[in-house]
T-cell receptor, first 114, second 115 residues
């Protein structure tokens, strides 16, 4: 069965510092991988997705993520964090076979300090 | 603006009340979803509709009753809820059921509190 692990519940970084949020997935076939961001009081916004091809994917707001099959990871990165990036970040895995389930991690809350 | 609108944004109700949550999508999508988001837990998929037909019911208690009159509207009817049902309820839509290049678009959710 699919599952997603986000090992870091809460991360604090200084504004301007680099950021990496970890995501590990469990899935037997080729996964579809997503990162979503949720600001307080709002729904989830898609940051980026990976289906196939280049393992380094670019998303919105300057985020990128790298798919590493050997490590079953899909870590999210940003070279320089802005105060507006403070939010909760969710990694999700979907099935290749068209099944309609997305499996989400428990999220990582990002705090940005001036 | 995500193209998915949920009302109300906040709802407080007693355990004996009956209320409904509404979701409307303006994206021309065919699939719609209800999720439950509780603190410190992964999002839980509740129901899935594709072309107005329910395709998934993840063992959700019968006190939650979904309705999808057309591909643009999705309701969640609530009755005799329990305190543990307090959560953020998120609606999402996708072009069709999850597959290649079909990410889900989420609304801002309804924050439900059961007294």
């Amino acid at each position: 069965a699919q599952s997603v692990t986000q090992p870091d519940i809460h991360i604090t970084v200084s504004e301007g510092a680099s950021l990496e949020l970890r995501c590990n997935y469990s899935y037997g076939a080729t996964p579809y991988l997503f990162w979503y961001v949720q600001s307080p009081g709002q729904g989830l916004q898609l940051l980026l997705k990976y289906f196939s091809g280049d393992t380094l994917v670019q998303g919105i707001k300057g985020f990128e993520a790298e798919f590493k099959r050997s490590q079953s990871s899909f870590n999210l990165r940003k070279p320089s964090v802005h105060w507006s990036d403070a939010a909760e970040y969710f990694c999700a895995v979907g099935a290749e076979n068209g099944a309609n389930n997305l499996f989400f991690g428990t999220g990582t809350r990002l705090t940005v300090i001036p | 603006e995500t193209g998915v609108t949920q009302t109300p944004r906040h709802l407080v109700m007693g355990m004996t009340n009956k209320k409904s949550l509404k979701c409307e999508q303006h994206l021309g999508h065919n699939a719609m979803y209800w999720y439950k988001q509780s603190a410190k837990k992964p999002l839980e998929l509740m129901f899935v509709y594709n072309f107005k037909e329910q395709t998934e019911n993840n063992s959700v208690p019968s006190r939650f009753s979904p309705e999808c009159p057309n591909s643009s509207h999705l309701f969640l009817h609530l009755h005799t809820l329990q305190p543990e049902d307090s959560a953020l309820y998120l609606c999402a839509s996708s072009q069709d059921l999850l597959g290649a290049n079909q990410p889900q678009h989420f609304g801002d959710g309804t924050r439900l509190s059961i007294l």
